[in-house]
C-alpha cells in the first residue's frame, strides 16, 4: 500500500535551519511529482512547494521562496524539504503529498501523517 | 495571485444535502480538487478533477464546476462527514497550487 512518512520536524530557533524528509514506498515514486504542504495550528492548508517527477521542475509559494529548497532522490525514493532562515510564521505541521500526475495539477492522492516543525 | 473562497461554515441536518461551494475567477477553466480534512488527521482526496472520485470514496460526495464557482456536493450527509473541506487548483499563470480557505461542515 501507498505510504508517505515524514520526519526532520522539531523546535528551532528564528534564523535556523531544518531539513524535512518524506519517504515514500507502495507505488512507483520515480513517477509522480511531490508536494509539501503545511498547516499552522487552528488554520487551514497552505501549499509550500512541489517537485516534478524527475526532479526537472520546481515551484515555491511566494513566502517561501528563496528560503526553502525542494529536491528529491530517486534512487531512495524520497523527497526533502531544505528549511533555511526560518520564522515564526512557518510554524506549521508539514505534510508531504503525492500528486496524481508528473507534475502538479492533478490533485494529491496520498499524504503522510506530517511533522511538526515549531520556531 | 489566484484566489479561492469558501464559505467559513456549513451546516446540514443528518439525510439532508450539503453543498459546499468555491469561487473563483473563471474556475470553470481549471481542475478543482476537494479534500477533506477530519480533526487530527491529514487531508484525504474525496473529488479531483472537478468531478471525479477516487476509489473508496462514497458515491455520496460528487462535484461540479462552471464559471466562477465550484461545488462540493455531500448527499444524503452522514455524521462522519463532519470535517473541513478545502478545494484546491493549479494556477497555471503562476506555477502555484491555490487551495481555498476552508469550510466546516457541521452535522446537526
Known amino acids: 500500500q501507498v505510504q508517505l512518512v515524514e520526519s526532520g520536524g522539531g523546535v528551532v530557533q528564528p534564523g535556523r535551519s531544518l531539513k524535512l524528509s518524506c519517504a515514500a514506498s507502495?507505488?512507483?515514486?520515480?513517477?509522480?511529482?511531490i508536494h509539501w504542504v503545511r498547516q499552522a495550528p487552528g488554520k487551514g492548508l497552505e501549499w509550500v512547494a512541489v517537485?516534478?517527477?524527475?526532479?526537472?521542475?520546481?515551484y515555491y509559494t511566494d513566502s517561501v521562496k528563496g528560503r526553502f529548497t525542494i529536491s528529491r532522490d530517486n534512487s531512495k525514493n524520497t523527497v526533502f524539504l531544505q528549511m533555511n532562515r526560518l520564522r515564526p510564521e512557518d510554524t506549521a505541521v508539514y505534510y508531504c503529498a503525492k500528486d496524481r500526475g508528473a507534475d502538479a495539477s492533478a490533485g494529491s492522492d496520498y499524504w503522510g501523517q506530517g511533522t511538526l516543525v515549531n520556531v | 495571485s489566484y484566489v479561492l473562497t469558501q464559505p467559513p461554515s456549513v451546516s446540514v441536518a443528518p439525510g439532508q444535502t450539503a453543498r459546499i461551494t468555491c469561487g473563483g475567477n473563471?474556475?470553470?477553466?481549471?481542475?478543482v480538487h476537494w479534500y477533506q480534512q477530519k480533526p487530527g488527521q491529514a487531508p484525504v482526496l474525496v473529488v479531483y478533477?472537478?468531478?471525479d472520485r477516487p476509489s473508496g470514496i462514497s458515491e455520496r460526495f460528487s462535484g461540479s464546476n462552471s464559471g466562477n464557482t465550484a461545488t462540493l456536493t455531500i448527499s444524503r450527509v452522514e455524521t462522519g462527514d463532519e470535517a473541513d473541506y478545502y478545494c484546491q487548483v493549479w494556477d497555471s499563470s503562476s506555477d502555484h497550487v491555490v487551495f481555498g480557505g476552508g469550510t466546516k461542515l457541521t452535522v446537526l
Open positions: 473563471n474556475i470553470g477553466s481549471k481542475s
Open positions: 507502495g507505488f512507483t515514486f520515480s513517477n509522480f511529482a
Open positions: 478533477d472537478d468531478s
Open positions: 517537485i516534478s517527477f524527475d526532479g526537472s521542475e520546481n
